[in-house]
């Protein structure tokens, strides 16, 4: 049994909610999830580097007092999240954030990838994150925002969201030449089949969280660890 | 239940069985593997681009006649095999070098990858191949070869052979500064606990076959398909 | 007298005397031109990685039979084909594909090269192409593909296909800001002065054969060489 | 008739006639060459970007007086020297520097390539020009200097030359992986065989001098021309 | 007391009295800049890289007559000036370009820099420029000309000149994603409150000659100075 | 008056004090520096990323209670610190880390910049936070560990820290090629002149929190601001 630990790092159930429904329709036999969201006193969501820090602390101090009891850890916040190099530092367990898996199950299927997502600052946020984890602009074909913050896409009507993230993943497609598209949110965990219909049968759509447990959990099948002699050294923690 | 198909794309059966071997340790319950050797009258190893163009070509022709019954295929050469991508044009089904999830994987642990390979003209190509992917130098490391060709991993006295993977997986991390090791041909798939022996309990040493197949696993499991609307467009096949 | 071997790896005749004739009208005096073109039961066009790896294939099979009688060889079809990668393997007498040659010409004329091609597939297969030959994208303006199948450049109407042609060449320099055209298919060779019209004459236009006869020409006067001590060492043949 | 105006931007008349003495021997029957070199009170031989700067706008000078009666331009300096660019500004003929011209034949012939040159400075000079070209560092293994000036490439007993430069270029091979060397002054032009001895039969060694006489010869019999839409465009001069 | 002398190498005295007034409205009251402009036979404004070179040279001439007495040296035209190295290579002073000096102030406050500058073939030129500073493309928007030239910022109406530089600044903002501007000539110098009209309170204005006092001041108060050992050893001057 | 906020945001006061000594030498007239240390309860020194993010939210909380007092904030910790990304966010002031600051003024003055630090871990850790810059390898030679830990700078003998930090700032010039020298840790602040011994006369050596205020003092002189249309909109705080 593999378990794996699947955090929200921000403090809206509703979003660990949305991605452990998601989840929990595909989970494969032998994998066990469990769930976190951050603290109530913290960010209801996560828009910007600061958002990433207060969260990513909040989640350690956590850890300090309520050890993990898990295998491999899933950060469910798209971006470049810092407590993936957090957790990667404290723990040998393997840990994922749901843009780096999104983004390795995308180059498995094509060559040009786009991530949609949610308000224009995470236009730039996403592809410095994208070209820290190594990943050149030969294969990365850019990312498109819909405008919408990560809690509009629950207040908002379902069907204005709809439409807004449908327009900007064909813009993906056309205007970007993407030829994978990636779910750049969380909180657009649901929003698969949303999206093929607005790209066609042709172009796979990624959600990164399903990817991230898939890897996880073959990660952890394979006995594999977070490296210890190079950026992740441990920490006394 | 899941169907991959193993593709050892060589003729020389011993390696596709050590494969197998390693493979069969470890399959997830729900999925199933088929293995395919090349032709008898294919090459014996896979030793240069010719031979890589000469094993696609057989392959394909072999699938022209018998078509595959299956839902995702690896691609067990370690290399940027051309069968990769004509797979890819062929079908909608995922398909997957070891190079490639070799590669994801070892990303996943850490933030510097080198591979140990064979002879030394491979150290260009699978640069080349690594770069292909849209890997930057910035978390790829480089190849270290030791020398020994794919088929006299298996001819020569097991010491020897241990003995130079094991000093060309030291150098991979002491002169290179990689932090994961990628065992970087097929005929090496049995070598894991060899090559950690010698690079110690913090680095991790990923073998491709048996991420490839996890990888792909989670592929098929999310319905996931490589893309036609880019490079791998459909071909009259 | 420098023997140059130009190699259509399909099978359409027509398609190798466009350029027989193309190269006729301007062939330096101690050069002497062959020609080979691919057989009649492989692929009538080269529209995908498969196709490259078959006619590749076909034709080094052709070559155990016939060994050819050349001081150097030009692949005649515009793309990053195998063969070229194949024949350096197998021989020390120079081999250039005609993108590579049109490549390095573009660049000794202009610092922002573009490609028009055929269709829209080999976009991103002739940006990986240049990228894999290591030119940055510094220098490199990308691709504009007219949407004709290579077929097709023959069999639809001259004003048809000139005026498509022409409006990508047009794209090129207005929308990416190439200051250079090279066209970007064996059957365009005849194509210089209707993309010269179209673009005016202060942007030069590039043929791949014609460079390629010409680069070839002068490394084997240089009494050069394919490189045997890195990627592209003899392999048994 | 092809005319090719090599320039030795330096006074050294000596230079200017060793660079002659190669050519010669070689030169195709449908090309002829002339020469130019600095002007007496120039410097002697080009060490640093000022000596770059100071002999361009002697030679543009010199041409203001004395318009030039060629096709095409030879600028015999191994370096990024700004006289290519300024002449590309002045006139439409095709012009190119002895680096380029050696960069493009020696990535015809391997697939890394490194420069044997003069003085350390030139090491960030010419990997410096080498990157303004547009090649990246996948195929460009570096530059090797030998410590001598260019003068000293004459000044010097001939032995002791000999053994510095095959030494850069045993190391340019097995410590930098070259597979291609390009000699790195036009006052090496002579040295070819020199290091060919060094680095044995397997390395092809480019001379900058004869490559670009082939280049431009071919540029120039297919009426090919400076691009004057972008960065060349015409200047008043 | 810090002595910058600013350079401006082109004959045109009123863009040099107009970088003074700029600067002399701002100067830190222990900095005191000299200013020195090009010969009156040289070139009225530098508008190719030919333009650059003379003037270069004829800045470089002056020196050898008339050693500066300052401190470091500010070269005051908006490109990849050969006066820079020219000079690093001639002193040990610090030296800076208003280009640099520009984009390293704008990446201290923004990650995505564009220049707004004159005419269209200083697109190229600038976006190589930045390039060779080894600014990469992840920072780096790219330029957008207004196609006035340098002298046309003065002889043209004030409000059509404004409104072009206006254009440019905003595309740039819109269409290049770009979150601060450059202002990309020296005959811009005192635009920096009309293209912040243009961009918004919210888009940082950088204007390059300001800039290069700020750093070079800096630079002298801590006693640094050029490096000698790499591409600026001293040449004899 | 220029007020700039320098904080160490670790709690060793000893490096603070360290910091301001060093600063004290050396402010110019007009400029007022503030200091900060980080609270007694964080961390001692900034090891890993997970310290990065502690020192940074306690920081952030301590401005939400005592809102900053000053024009412009240095981040005195030698790292891709997160707290300046979360100040730029939070403020308009301009904002710099003395990684950054010490990076532009090397680039200033050198063209291949080393960076000499502290532990073995910073080498990937400084290596991910320069290209985070944008800045490419073709200017950044590397980083070399002393193997201290930033405490050990203090309590390690002085003898043996010199010798330390003597030595990897030769490696530094020597085996990466670099031609300036960063002093990769606040710690090092006072180490300039031991540097400079080491290297010799014509390497300069660049210290981050003077290179800061300077940077700093001349932004604020330009009426410059932190970009709000980009990565850094302004965040509730």
Known sequence: MVRILVINPNSTVEMTNNVKKVLDSC???????QYLSGPPNGPASIESVFDGILTA???MRHFKQNPPQCDAFLVACYSDHPLVSALREAYKKPCLGI???SIFAALSLGRKVAIVTTTKRYE????AGVRAMGISDSVFAGVVSTGL???ELESK???E???LVQKSSRRAVQELGADVICLGCAGMAHMVEVVQ??????????EGAKAGVGMLTSLVQMSLFTSKVGAYQAIPF
Chains 1, 2, 3, 4, 5, 6 share one sequence.
């Open 27 to 33: 989970t494969p036999l032998d994998v066990e999830l």
């Open 57 to 59: 602390s909040f989640v």
């Open 99 to 101: 843009m780096q898996a």
């Open 124 to 127: 730039p946020l996403l592809s």
């Open 149 to 151: 913050t990560p809690l």
């Open 157 to 159: 009507p379902r069907t």
């Open 161 to 163: 969201v709809d439409a």
């Open 197 to 206: 219909q607005a790209v066609g049968p042709d172009v796979p759509v990624v």
